[in-house]
């Protein structure tokens, strides 16, 4: 399983930003799939997952990116985006997609995210 984090960098707040998320070695499906993000000193947080007890493309956000960030896929690509709009300098952190496989949970190597205000 290799899950390849991809399109960071640095903006200024109320920038945008799309971050990629390529998969391989696994069924392409939505299931424990999501990203996560983890800002300097802070725990890893959830940011946007797939929730399969409420429906394959039924999506858990965290309050602090609701009706900002969006979260979309291509199965044909096995590819995971999430759209980030209007960004704050709050959401400076390294982004991370996780996928779930039974018990093991496999991470992607993160993409820096810089707001600047």
């Known amino acids: 399983v290799q899950l390849q984090a991809s399109g960071g960098g640095s903006v200024q707040a109320g920038g945008s930003l799309r971050l990629s998320c390529v998969g391989s070695g696994f069924l392409f499906n939505t299931f424990g799939l999501g990203w996560y993000r983890q800002a300097p000193g802070k725990q890893r947080e959830l940011v946007a997952s797939?929730?399969?007890?409420?429906?394959?493309?039924?999506?858990v956000y965290a309050d602090s990116v609701k009706g900002r960030f969006t979260v979309s896929r291509d199965n044909a690509k096995n590819t995971l985006y999430l759209h980030m709009n209007t960004l704050k300098p709050e959401d400076t952190a390294v982004y991370y997609c996780r996928k779930q496989l039974g018990p093991q949970i496999y991470w992607g190597r993160g993409t820096q995210v810089t707001v600047s205000s």
């Open positions: 797939f929730d399969g007890g409420r429906g394959p493309d039924y999506i």
